[in-house]
């Protein structure tokens, strides 16, 4: 596999691994490290050998957010430019379900990369927030939307307005993070969740990421419609008739597309 500055990427069997490595700055994300997670988690979607990804950072930072001394220098026709942390965006064009294994801070860009996920087990020590209003600026990789969409107005203007930090059974509460475990189990119950995906059909996963995703991007009527579509589709595929076969002949599916 390629090699890297600020990250490390392995893959055990179906399960691709990435984990931020910047321990010396919490693992703020600097344009190299946006760059090296986009072009590594790209490359792990269009190996078809691969079913599912983690993305993790260290137990004491997922991400202390945007690299601060980065941006200070910066001015508006620099980021304008530049169309700074634009990149971000690529990691939701993945079709491969992809977990956030979240320990210690996840705050400000470290919080919505998490959110850009598909989903985010947390450990017990994790916190979130989005502290950018301190620093005389607002969330700019999605925070302000997705988090919104994840905890409701009200939390989410008290987060972003306050900067003040959310602690792990809050989130868990508000529906940011899907399970709670004990920090040193956060990794392994997201590799587990990422072995237990990246066993079901490829196809089918793909449609659910899909399916799930357009109810954040469409109004209930069109979520519905889409959803059906992609309910029929995969009644072409040959692992819907393995699946079904395997469930009516009582063994497990021994799907084509994993
Ligand atoms: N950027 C750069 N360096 C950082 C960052 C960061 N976000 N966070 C921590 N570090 C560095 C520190 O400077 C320090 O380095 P050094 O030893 O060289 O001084 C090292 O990491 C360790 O940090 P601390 O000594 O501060 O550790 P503490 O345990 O005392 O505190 C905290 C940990 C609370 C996490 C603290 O470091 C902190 O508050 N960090 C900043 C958190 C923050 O404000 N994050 C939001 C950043 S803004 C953002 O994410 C905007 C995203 C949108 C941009 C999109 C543009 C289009």
């Not at 430019?81 to 064009?93: E, K």
């Not at 419609?225 to 393995?242: S, V």
């Amino acid at each position: 596999m390629t090699d890297y500055a600020t990250i490390l990427v392995t893959r055990d069997d179906r399960v691709g691994l990435i984990t931020l490595h910047r321990p010396k700055a919490l693992n703020a994300l600097n344009t190299e490290l946006m760059n090296e997670v986009v072009s590594a988690a790209t490359e792990l979607d269009a190996d078809a050998g691969i079913g599912a990804i983690v993305l993790t950072g260290s137990e004491r930072a997922f991400a202390a957010g945007a690299d601060i001394k980065e941006m200070s220098s910066q001015g508006y026709a620099d980021v304008v430019n530049q169309q700074f942390f634009a990149a971000w965006d690529n990691l939701t064009r993945l079709r491969t379900p992809i977990i956030a294994a979240v320990t210690g801070y996840a705050l400000g860009g470290g919080c919505e990369l998490a959110m850009l996920c598909d989903f985010i087990i947390a450990g017990e020590n994790a916190v979130f927030g989005q502290p950018e209003i301190n620093l005389g600026v607002i969330p700019g990789i999605g925070g302000s939307q997705r988090l919104t969409r994840a905890v409701g107005k009200s939390k989410a203007m008290d987060m972003v307005l306050t900067g003040r930090q959310m602690k792990v059974d809050e989130a868990e509460r508000s529906g940011l993070v899907s399970r709670v475990v004990p920090t040193d189990q956060a990794l392994s119950t997201a590799l587990d969740a990422a072995k237990t995906i990246a066993g079901k059909s490829a196809l089918a996963s793909a449609a659910a990421k899909d399916a799930v995703n357009r109810a954040f991007e469409s109004s209930l009527a069109e979520g519905v419609r889409a959803e059906r579509a992609l309910f029929y589709a995969t009644f072409a595929t040959d692992d819907q008739t393995e699946g079904m076969a395997a469930f009516v002949e009582k063994r497990e599916p021994n799907f084509t597309h994993r």
